[in-house]
């Protein structure tokens, strides 16, 4: 057999044989684990929660529904009833506030903001640890009274963990909150890629 | 008497230079309403059909408009893309335009309408200081295109009312939208010309049972969806609407909102965003047609700073490269929603070839969530305009065609408010 041939069939095992993570772009915090069944709600109704719910999906790792791994409830107050109930083990809130406007859904950025505080709350109360994650490109604003930067300010101190895509976290905006709260901070290139640590993260 | 002799010389006088004045802007009004652009279309066009095929009551009006259909004769899904519904957004149109005149289709069906609101693209916006055209450059020399308006010129449907309700959300809008084609979906088969020609595309939507349907508009970029695609997350539940009146939105078996969120995530060239349609915000396409089609509906905004109310002066330059200085100052304070650069700016390639990245990311997604509605077809893409710019030429112009070439004789068509001599 040809040199180039084995190194190429070397290459391809040790591809094959790696733990999916090592393939995933990753810097920051190492990755933290968590148990099933997780809750997965919206910090400001964008599309982020339903992207991360799809991620989850496309793992084939997790099974969905109230009763299954993980569920997701973006509306108040249903998602206040599924974190009393005490069934879930950890909260993810992917914070992207909705662009057609929160008008849209009947609400303000006010209400949203108080309906997380609860959400927090709520979540403190059952001992649910919270990761607060910012996948969504361009969530993100320079402006401090900007709708994703309030519920930024609303959810990551409250955080046990923060995970950002590398694009939102350019200002060190994450970063820096990690190290003013001694949250960690992990940090993933692009969305897709939660999709190889996902079942790195959750435990069942 | 010598006074009044005077002032009467006067007066003609000045009727005179008003009249001339009204004769220069009356030569472009009516130059800009019977502009006929030519178009090269590719060996796949198998037919041409027209608005008024779904809507008889279309036919010898401005609204009437060419829809070309590309058929592979292989079983696959059928994709709709829609230009030009708002035609001061005329990249949507240019990228309908390289469709055509490049599509290889080799499964499924592709249905084509570059000129969705013909009518307002016969009206300029002159009244705002717009430019009437825009100028492509071509191995043949500039090939002129209109800019247009934003609604159905008024020569075609007057008077507005006080509000305009859509049909049937019954929904309050602003009295001008009864003109706006993406605020009359579904439209009605006797409504208003402009309701009309929405009732046209959903008639084309089910007619051809498409499956997918790509709406695709432009955007200021200090409005929040810009750079987005928005598909909804919910569907109206028909059946209870019929039956009751009442609006239920439910999760729909297929979710376009899936395969626009992984179009977006997967998207690394340009900065794509994803959105969810409100299911509270009626007469827009990607509420409506989902609502009332079996489709998978998505729409596709570029950033066209063009249309941002604070640039220079609206020159026909700022709408073909996009660089403005005032845009620079307020995207540099965070307040527009897109990562602008003016000494990029945004060239109208970049738009045309983020509509043709973004609906070709569509297409394949689309196919790999649900094969049954696979379509397999090529256009240039995004990185291929990028190829050809870095080389110092138009990209736009390179992948137009020739309409004077005589190898090109046979498959020009005219597009216009009805059938010309070549079509």
Same mark, same amino acid.
């Given at each position: 057999?040809?040199?180039?041939?084995?190194?190429?069939?070397?290459?391809?095992?040790? =591809?094959? =044989?790696?733990?999916?993570?090592?393939?995933?772009?990753?810097?920051?915090?190492?990755?933290?684990?968590?148990?099933?069944?997780?809750?997965l709600?919206s @910090?400001?109704?964008?599309?982020?929660?339903?992207?991360?719910? =799809?991620?989850?999906?496309?793992?084939?790792?997790?099974?969905?529904?109230?009763?299954?791994?993980?569920?997701?409830?973006?509306?108040?107050?249903a998602?206040?009833?599924?974190?009393?109930?005490?069934?879930?083990?950890?909260?993810v809130?992917?914070?992207?506030?909705?662009?057609?406007?929160?008008?849209?859904?009947?609400?303000?950025?006010?209400?949203?903001i @108080?309906?997380?505080?609860?959400?927090?709350?709520?979540?403190?109360?059952?001992?649910?640890?919270?990761?607060?994650?910012?996948?969504?490109?361009?969530?993100?604003?320079?402006?401090?009274?900007?709708g994703?930067?309030?519920?930024?300010?609303?959810?990551c101190?409250?955080?046990?963990?923060?995970?950002?895509?590398?694009?939102?976290?350019?200002?060190?905006?994450?970063?820096?909150? @990690?190290?003013?709260? @001694?949250?960690?901070?992990?940090?993933?290139?692009?969305? =897709?890629?939660?999709?190889?640590?996902l079942?790195?993260?959750?435990?069942? | 008497?010598?006074?009044?002799?005077?002032?009467?010389?006067?007066?003609?006088?000045i009727?005179?230079?008003?009249?001339?004045?009204?004769?220069?802007?009356?030569?472009?009004?009516?130059?800009?309403?019977?502009?006929?652009?030519?178009i090269?279309?590719?060996?796949?066009?198998?037919?041409?059909?027209?608005?008024?095929?779904?809507?008889?009551?279309?036919?010898?009006?401005?609204?009437?408009?060419?829809?070309?259909?590309?058929?592979?004769?292989?079983?696959?899904?059928?994709?709709?893309?829609?230009?030009?519904?708002?035609?001061?957004? &005329?990249?949507?149109?240019?990228?309908?335009?390289?469709?055509?005149?490049?599509?290889?289709?080799?499964?499924?069906?592709?249905?084509?309408v570059?000129?969705?609101n013909?009518?307002?693209?016969?009206?300029?916006?002159?009244?705002d200081a717009?430019?009437?055209?825009?100028?492509?450059?071509?191995?043949?020399?500039?090939?002129?295109?209109?800019?247009?308006?934003?609604?159905?010129?008024?020569?075609?449907?007057?008077?507005? &009312?006080?509000?305009?309700?859509?049909?049937?959300?019954?929904?309050?809008?602003?009295?001008?939208?009864?003109?706006?084609?993406?605020?009359?979906?579904?439209?009605?088969?006797?409504?208003?010309?402009?309701?009309?020609?929405?009732?046209?595309?959903?008639?084309?939507?089910?007619?051809?049972?498409?499956?997918?349907?790509?709406?695709?508009?432009?955007?200021?970029?200090?409005? &929040?969806?810009?750079?987005?695609?928005?598909?909804?997350?919910?569907?109206?539940?028909?059946?209870?609407?019929?039956?009751?009146?009442?609006?239920?939105?439910?999760?729909?078996?297929?979710?376009?909102?899936?395969?626009?969120m992984?179009?977006a995530? %997967?998207?690394?060239? $340009?900065?794509?965003?994803?959105?969810?349609?409100?299911?509270?915000?009626?007469?827009?396409?990607?509420?409506?047609?989902?609502?009332?089609?079996?489709?998978?509906?998505?729409?596709?905004?570029?950033?066209?700073?063009?249309?941002?109310?604070?640039?220079? &002066?609206?020159?026909?330059?700022?709408?073909?490269?996009?660089?403005d200085? $005032?845009l620079?100052?307020?995207?540099?304070?965070?307040?527009?929603?897109?990562?602008?650069?003016?000494? $990029?700016?945004?060239?109208?390639?970049?738009?045309?070839?983020?509509?043709?990245?973004?609906?070709?990311?569509?297409?394949?997604?689309?196919?790999?969530?649900?094969?049954?509605?696979e379509?397999?077809?090529s256009?240039?893409l995004y990185?291929?305009?990028?190829?050809?710019? %870095?080389?110092?030429?138009?990209?736009?112009?390179?992948?137009?065609?020739?309409?004077?070439a005589?190898e090109?004789?046979?498959?020009?068509?005219?597009?216009?408010?009805?059938?010309?001599?070549?079509?």
């Open positions: 057999m040809k040199k180039s041939v084995i190194v190429v069939l070397l290459v391809a095992l040790i =591809l094959v =044989l790696a733990p999916s993570t090592l393939m995933a772009k990753i810097s920051g915090d190492p990755l933290q684990t968590y148990e099933t069944p997780f809750l709600t @910090g400001g109704q964008g599309a982020g929660s339903k992207m991360l719910r =799809l991620l989850i999906n496309q793992t084939k790792k997790f099974t969905y529904g109230e009763d299954a791994d993980f569920f997701l409830e973006d509306e108040t107050p998602r206040y009833s599924y974190i009393d109930s005490g069934k879930y083990k950890a909260l809130v992917v914070m992207s506030v909705t662009e057609k406007g929160l008008g849209a859904s009947g609400i303000t950025i006010e209400d949203e @108080g309906f997380l505080k609860e959400v927090v709350k709520k979540a403190k109360a059952q001992n649910m640890p919270i990761i607060a994650v910012s996948m969504e490109k361009d969530a993100r604003s320079k402006i401090s009274t900007n994703n930067e309030r519920v930024i300010d609303t959810i101190p409250e955080a046990d963990w923060i995970i950002t895509i590398t694009d939102n976290n350019t200002d060190g905006r994450f970063t820096d909150l @990690g190290k003013k709260y @001694g949250i960690p901070v992990t940090i993933v290139d692009k969305p =897709l890629e939660l999709v190889k640590v079942p790195n993260i959750f435990v069942k | 008497m010598e006074n009044t002799k005077k002032r009467l010389i006067i007066k003609i006088v009727l005179v230079i008003a009249l001339a004045i009204a004769a220069v802007a009356a030569v472009d009004f009516w130059t800009l309403r019977h502009y006929k652009e030519k090269v279309t590719s060996p796949y066009l198998t037919e041409v059909k027209w608005f008024s095929d779904y809507v008889p009551s279309l036919k010898n009006t401005w609204l009437d408009t060419p829809v070309f259909i590309f058929d592979s004769g292989v079983e696959g899904g059928t994709v709709f893309l829609n230009g030009c519904p708002h035609p001061y957004e &005329p990249a949507s149109t240019m990228a309908a335009y390289l469709m055509i005149e490049n599509i290889e289709v080799e499964k499924g069906k592709v249905i084509i570059p000129r969705c013909f009518s307002g693209s016969t009206e300029g916006m002159a009244g717009y430019p009437m055209f825009f100028s492509v450059e071509t191995e043949w020399g500039e090939e002129k295109y209109k800019i247009g308006d934003r609604y159905t010129n008024p020569l075609d449907q007057w008077p507005d &009312p006080f509000t305009y309700v859509n049909y049937p959300s019954g929904q309050n809008l602003a009295y001008q939208d009864i003109r706006n084609l993406n605020r009359t979906y579904p439209g009605r088969e006797n409504g208003t010309i402009s309701e009309r020609a929405a009732y046209a595309v959903m008639e084309i939507i089910r007619q051809e049972n498409v499956d997918i349907a790509i709406d695709m508009h432009e955007a200021e970029i200090l409005y &929040p969806v810009t750079s987005t695609y928005v598909a909804p997350a919910k569907v109206l539940d028909r059946e209870h609407f019929l039956e009751t009146g009442e609006m239920v939105y439910v999760e729909p078996e297929e979710s376009s909102l899936d395969i626009a992984m179009a995530m %997967n998207i690394d060239q $340009f900065l794509m965003k994803c959105s969810a349609s409100p299911n509270t915000l009626h007469g827009l396409s990607h509420r409506e047609w989902a609502d009332w089609s079996d489709a998978l509906t998505f729409l596709m905004e570029t950033p066209e700073i063009f249309i941002d109310k604070i640039t220079g &002066p609206r020159t026909e330059d700022l709408m073909y490269t996009g660089s200085e $005032f620079q100052r307020v995207t540099d304070k965070g307040l527009t929603y897109f990562p602008y650069e003016m000494e $990029f700016g945004t060239p109208m390639w970049y738009r045309v070839g983020r509509h043709l990245s973004g609906a070709m990311e569509i297409i394949n997604w689309a196919s790999l969530f649900y094969p049954e509605k379509c397999i077809v256009w240039p990185e291929d305009m990028e190829e050809i710019e %870095n080389q110092g030429i138009d990209s736009v112009g390179y992948f137009l065609k020739n309409p004077n005589p090109n004789k046979d498959n020009v068509f005219t597009v216009y408010y009805k059938p010309v001599d070549n079509n």
